[in-house]
């Protein structure tokens, strides 16, 4: 694959736009331009359709054990090449190598959940559902389905998609974030060598008018989606409108509720990882603290001084904590909304306006950031930062802080820090947001359970990965058998037929 410009993979190998349009890929760390991408055109997204569609019959013939067996050798090929890939996502994204290596292995577990597919495949059966009548289930593959992806997790997120659809017998299409292309065309490379046959995966890198042929293209049974709230609301309505399913997943405001009888130290360690790492730029960041009664001060007092500790450098630099953010638009917004904080009378306690990193002066810093006794109509509170902004607000008691975050338009994730089993198993009940940790910050689910958040979070049914994954990237086909040759039995009447 070329270094200078991201191609597109089409039909199992690399393609040209033809649109003749390209985007700059940028090393955040430095603001360099390091590579450009083309930009597919609606025509070359047609091309990989064509391709996903004309591979469809073979993929779908081939025994799901063999699927098993090309992920199995994918799924050792993604191993042996993750600090490849760890290091592709950290200069395109910027976040340090660490943290991109952590997210290529939980990436590489879908793989390994998907590599058990002639068991996910399996489906019901049930003996004489009437005298003489059998009832199976089958789950079949939905045809060609695509996947529209962000700028956050360039690995995991592809990989939360692709791997499970193909082993359920479809071919896919991937729109990667435009901005950190490389890693889905790389991972396309090496499924191609695990043996996958031509045109089961194709990767169209582009923007609005990629994701548009996508979505009104007739050929295209099932789209997910990742990314913000708006474009996965968007694209729940065009994609549902011309009849595909969908599972799009979108933006998050997470809050932690700490009660005072939470274990601090722990606790104020969590937070600070689930807040600042990646530059806050995960959807399951915490972003926002609720501190029940009196644990407020010293919870703000240590988590500031944890904050002030962190290392802000280049991605690739080995003793960074954190590195910078997406853009220098995205640190522009997320600079906007601290002085917004400022000026509707939030308490700024470490202020990340200023960051400046010697040597990589270009590069879109934003240092940590916390504020206290924010309340929830400040701007900080309700728009989604995306950034390493931490907010605190006070509330007397866990009923306030579970109504607070029950009311908040997103339901992504939430956590719970205490040491009372009841008022954990209370939250977990009646909290409205689809993934909860109990002192746990991020509360990502492994593969084999599903992940996805509630309200404006998600739009659609199913979650991705785990079984509503399978459930997501199957149709399901129910079969009544009986054999005639059975004595005493009759065929049929005019009657609705009852068991
Ligand atoms: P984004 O919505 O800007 O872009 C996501 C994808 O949609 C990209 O591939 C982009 O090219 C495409 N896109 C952008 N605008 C479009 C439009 N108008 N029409 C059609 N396609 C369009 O999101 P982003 O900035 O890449 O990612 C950050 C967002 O993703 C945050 O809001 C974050 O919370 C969210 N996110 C959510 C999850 C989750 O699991 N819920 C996971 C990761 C990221």
Same mark, same amino acid.
């Given at each position: 694959?070329s270094k200078?410009?991201?191609?597109l993979?089409v ?11 390209m ?5 955040p ?22 391709a996903?569609?004309?591979?469809l019959?073979g993929?779908k ?5 063999r699927?098993s ?5 994918f799924?050792?090929?993604?191993e ?12 395109e994204?910027g ?14 577990e ?5 590599s058990?597919?002639p ?12 005298r003489?009548?059998d009832c199976?289930?089958l ?11 962000p ?6 997120v ?14 896919f ?9 490389s890693c889905?065309?790389?991972?396309a ?12 995966l194709n990767?169209v ?9 996508l979505l009104n ?6 789209i ?6 708006p ?5 729940y309505q ?10 799009a997943l979108g ?5 932690a ?13 969590a937070l600070?990882?689930?807040? &600042? ?10 972003s926002?603290?609720v501190?029940?009664g ?7 007092a ?11 450098g ?10 910078p953010?997406?853009?220098a638009?995205?640190?522009d917004?997320?600079v906007?909304l ?6 509707q ?7 990340? =306006? ?11 810093y ?9 309340t929830?109509?400040?701007?900080? &509170? ?11 607000l006070r509330?007397?008691?866990l ?19 205490t ?17 909860v940790?109990?002192?746990a910050?991020?509360?990502?689910p ?6 996805g958040?509630?309200?404006?979070s998600?739009f659609?049914?199913?979650h991705m ?5 399978? &459930?997501?990237y ?7 058998? =009986? ?7 009759s ?9």
């Amino acid at each position: 694959m070329s270094k200078q410009t991201v191609p597109l993979w089409v039909n199992g190998q690399t393609d040209a736009a033809t649109s003749g349009r390209m985007g700059d890929v940028y090393d955040p760390s430095s603001g360099a331009v390091i590579r450009q991408v083309q930009l597919a055109s609606a025509g070359d997204v047609d091309r990989a359709v064509a391709a996903a569609k004309a591979a469809l019959p073979g993929w779908k013939a081939t025994t799901p054990l063999r699927r098993s067996r090309i992920l199995t050798r994918f799924r050792e090929l993604m191993e042996q090449h993750r600090h490849e890939l760890a290091q592709l996502a950290s200069e395109e994204h910027g976040k340090t190598f660490a943290d991109a290596l952590g997210s290529v292995q939980r990436g590489i577990e879908v793989i390994e959940f998907a590599s058990g597919v002639p068991h996910l495949l399996k489906g019901e059966h049930a003996e004489d559902v009437g005298r003489g009548v059998d009832c199976h289930s089958l789950l079949q593959p939905v045809g060609v389905c695509a996947g529209v992806t962000p700028f956050n997790f360039p690995v995991m997120v592809p990989l939360w998609m692709f791997p499970v659809a193909i082993a359920c017998g479809n071919t896919f299409v991937l729109k990667p974030s435009e901005k950190v292309p490389s890693c889905s065309l790389r991972m396309a490379e090496l499924f191609k060598q695990a043996g996958l046959p031509d045109g089961v995966l194709n990767v169209v890198p582009g923007d609005k008018e990629a994701v548009d042929m996508l979505l009104n293209h007739p050929d295209v049974g099932a789209i997910s989606f990742v990314g913000s709230t708006p474009v996965a609301k968007y694209i729940y309505q065009t994609a549902a409108a011309n009849g595909k399913r969908v599972q799009a997943l979108g933006g998050a405001k997470n809050h932690a509720v700490v009660l005072p009888d939470a274990d601090v130290d722990f606790t104020v360690d969590a937070l600070i990882g689930a807040a &600042y790492g990646s530059a806050g730029e995960r959807c399951m960041a915490i972003s926002t603290v609720v501190a029940v009664g009196e644990v407020a001060d010293t919870l703000v007092a240590r988590l500031a001084d944890k904050a002030k500790a962190i290392k802000v450098g280049a991605g690739s630099a080995r003793e960074s904590d954190m590195g910078p953010v997406i853009s220098a638009p995205h640190r522009d917004r997320i600079v906007a909304l601290i002085d917004s904080g400022v000026a509707q009378g939030a308490r700024l306690v470490i202020d990340g =306006r200023r960051m400046k990193v010697a040597g990589h002066e270009g590069g879109y810093y934003v240092g940590p950031t916390l504020f206290d006794q924010v309340t929830t109509e400040m701007d900080i &509170y309700r728009e989604e930062i995306f950034g390493p902004v931490l907010i605190v607000l006070r509330v007397d008691t866990l009923d306030e802080a579970m109504a607070m975050i029950n009311r908040n338009p997103y339901g992504n994730g939430t956590a719970i820090f205490t040491r009372s089993g009841a008022a954990a198993r209370r939250f977990e009940n009646e909290i409205e947001v689809g993934m909860v940790g109990i002192n746990a910050s991020i509360p990502v689910p492994m593969a084999f359970f599903s992940f996805g958040g509630w309200k404006a979070s998600l739009f659609g049914d199913l979650h991705m990965h785990g079984m509503e994954g399978v &459930y997501f990237y199957t149709r399901t086909k129910a079969v009544t058998s =009986r054999w005639p040759s059975e004595p005493g039995l009759s065929g049929g009447s005019l009657v609705m037929p009852t068991m």
